[in-house]
């Protein structure tokens, strides 16, 4: 018996209505960025089914170079897999979602920071650009950094949004937009 052992009971239950999906374009036409924090999985929250959406989560849900790479791969794989089923000058929008309360806002306190790089070793001005202390400021930010990013295909559009904890309603913040 060990932590993972309820979770593969689970998986077990799972497998007995399972139907593996063919591989194709997400079917929501959607590539989701959010925190990782378990409080808001967006299968849960936005009723994501397999198939439907990727899925790319870190810590605040912030537009990092890592996520930037992430998706001009994916919309390079969209576009050599699947171009002729998808409309030529559309390939999927990003969804950057940033939630209240979230763990990361705790960076915007100096000697907080100061704690967690001496103890990490993490860079002390990246820890403080990573915080999302006011989620509608941060979204809006992630949303101009991939937008101006050269390494954005120009068929990838993108928008932003604010899921609140405290009643689960997901708002947006900006709309979806090409440039
Ligand atoms: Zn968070």
């Known amino acids: 018996m060990t932590r993972m052992t309820p979770l593969l009971d689970r998986n077990e ?4 209505a399972y139907t593996p999906g063919p591989l194709g ?33 870190n810590a605040g849900g912030r537009v990092t170079q890592a996520v930037i790479d992430d998706i001009a791969f994916l919309a390079f794989l969209a576009e050599q897999l699947f171009g002729g089923q998808i409309e030529a000058d559309r390939l999927f929008e990003v969804a950057i979602i940033h939630h209240s309360q979230c763990g990361t806002g705790f960076l915007a306190d ?6 967690d790089a001496e103890a990490t070793g993490l860079d002390e001005a990246a820890l403080e650009a990573s915080a999302v202390a006011d989620p509608h400021t941060t979204v809006k930010a992630d ?14 559009s993108v928008s932003g949004h604010v899921y609140d904890i405290a009643t689960g309603r997901l708002t947006t913040t900006v709309d979806a937009m090409y440039s």
């Open 143 to 156: 949303v101009e950094r991939l937008l101006n990013s050269p390494l954005r295909s120009p068929k990838v």
């Open 13 to 16: 239950q799972f497998i007995t």
């Open 25 to 57: 374009p997400p079917t929501a036409q959607m590539v989701i960025v959010t925190c990782l924090d378990h409080r808001v999985d967006p299968a849960i929250t936005l009723g994501l089914q397999l198939g439907e959406a990727p899925v790319i989560r």
């Open 110 to 115: 100096p000697g907080f920071r100061r704690q």
